[in-house]
């Protein structure tokens, strides 16, 4: 199946039918997540996978009582870092260095630059620049979960202060900005199964500059 074929195929499921996604399958998702671009390549988020049917229940409420929540296996909850600072930047040079087999004086070196750049805005800037990079992640999830043939549907439709406070985000240094909820899709109770997919036309939505 080609990525095109996959976003074709996947929709924001509304009905899933408590199905567990392979184990394999998961884990490429998960792996596909990790992978995800961002800016400076730092990631400053986390994605908190749940499994566990009882907590998925305490969530349901904070959703809407959204039924996918309690129907999918999995869900993903993307939350970024409420902050960024000088502590997580040197965690990230620690993980570099060892990851690309360097001394972390050198890679300190390499990104003293635009350390001091990105600390020097307000933390409000950069932590919506962090949500940014969190939401890049959810699309990289969205594309993975198509390609192994899961159900996936983002989600924003939750509070997110409640979230945090269930979970206990804010001690994490964490706040919850979106979830995809991972499964299968309930063919016989989703009034979106069949719906033709809506999108804006190529020469609205892109701007050629010849
Ligand atoms: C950031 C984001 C938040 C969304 N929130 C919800 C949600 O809370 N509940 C829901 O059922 N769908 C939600 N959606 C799904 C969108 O409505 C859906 O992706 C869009 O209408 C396009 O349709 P398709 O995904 O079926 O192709 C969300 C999608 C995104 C990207």
Known sequence: MTLIDALNWRYATKRMNGTKVEKEKLHNILEATRLSVSSLG?????????????????????????????????????????????????????????QRG??????KEQIAGYKKNILSRPAEVNHQWAARQAYIALGTAVAAAALEKVDATPMEGFNGEALDELLGLKEKGLKSYAMLTLGYRDESNDWLVNQKKVRRPKEKLFVELV
Do not use: C, M
């Open 102 to 107: 360097l001394p972390v004086e050198t890679v």
């Open 42 to 98: 730092l990631q400053p988020y986390s994605v908190i996978v749940v499994g566990n049917d009882e907590l998925k229940r305490q969530i349901q409420p904070i959703a809407f009582n959204q039924p996918q929540i309690t129907e999918a296996s999995h869900l993903l909850i993307f939350a970024a870092w409420d902050e960024v600072t000088e502590e997580r930047f040197d965690e990230f040079a620690q993980d570099t260095a060892q």
